[in-house]
């Protein structure tokens, strides 16, 4: 399977602990998103990196939230502290960085704190 | 600031019927728009992406337009099916390729056999 892979697909957690996502983007994609979506809402955009650069944060994200992408490659979404507003799906996207943009999803992770 | 509008939050249809939805923006003055589909608990699936300088793009049962001067794409599914049921997002963009999407709240189909 060549597309947008997200690990772990649920997670279930208690109010102050921390988790990490992993997403692994298509392998030619220079460009990497992250989103969170919420019930009955379109993904909200938290983040993007160009290659390892991350060029762009949402004021959505907190200073609780930090992603990396260290390669170019995969990329990781931390939560620390987390509050039971973060429970939400976390949609990872890749692109080819092309004007058109068209973005290709992963499954996503879905958060659930307790 | 920017807001889009999809018309309505669920839109129940009876099967073999042509399904039309919505996609209002203000705000914008987008290049292209593109449509994804979104089936519950999995990611967006991007379908169509229509430029300013269209009127109409068309995929098998699918068929978008886009109007500039409303500020409206219209999203519709022909000869529509079970199988069409599913969350519809619109996605206008801008000119600048490096901007991330953003999103309508999307509309859920449900075709009705």
């Known amino acids: 399977d060549t597309g947008v892979s997200q690990d772990p697909r649920h997670k279930i957690t208690k109010r102050g602990q921390n988790v990490t996502f992993r997403c692994d983007p298509i392998?030619?994609?220079?460009?990497l998103y992250w989103y969170r979506q919420t019930l009955g809402q379109g993904p909200e955009f938290l983040t993007y990196?160009?290659?390892?650069?991350?060029?762009?944060k949402s004021r959505l994200l907190s200073d609780r939230f930090s992603a990396e992408r260290p390669k170019g490659s995969f990329s990781t979404l931390e939560i620390q502290r987390t509050e039971q507003g973060d429970s939400a799906m976390y949609l990872c996207a890749s692109s080819l960085g092309r004007d058109e943009n068209i973005q290709y999803f992963g499954a996503g992770t879905r958060l659930s704190v307790l | 600031s920017q807001k889009i509008e999809q018309n309505s939050e669920a839109l129940n249809i009876q099967e073999g019927k042509t399904a039309t939805l919505t996609c209002n923006y203000t705000n914008y003055s987008p290049a292209y728009l593109q449509w994804y589909r979104q089936d519950p608990g999995r990611g967006p699936v991007f379908l169509l992406l229509i430029r300013e300088n269209e009127k109409e793009k068309r995929k098998e049962r699918l068929k978008v337009t886009f109007d500039t001067t409303l500020k409206q794409s219209l999203f519709h599914i022909t000869a529509s099916q079970p199988a069409d049921s599913a969350t519809y997002l619109c996605a206008p963009r801008p000119y600048s390729g490096n901007t991330p999407l953003v999103f309508g709240k999307g509309t859920r189909l449900s075709v009705i056999a």
């Open positions: 392998s030619e994609h220079n460009r």
């Open positions: 990196f160009q290659n390892e650069a991350q060029l762009e």
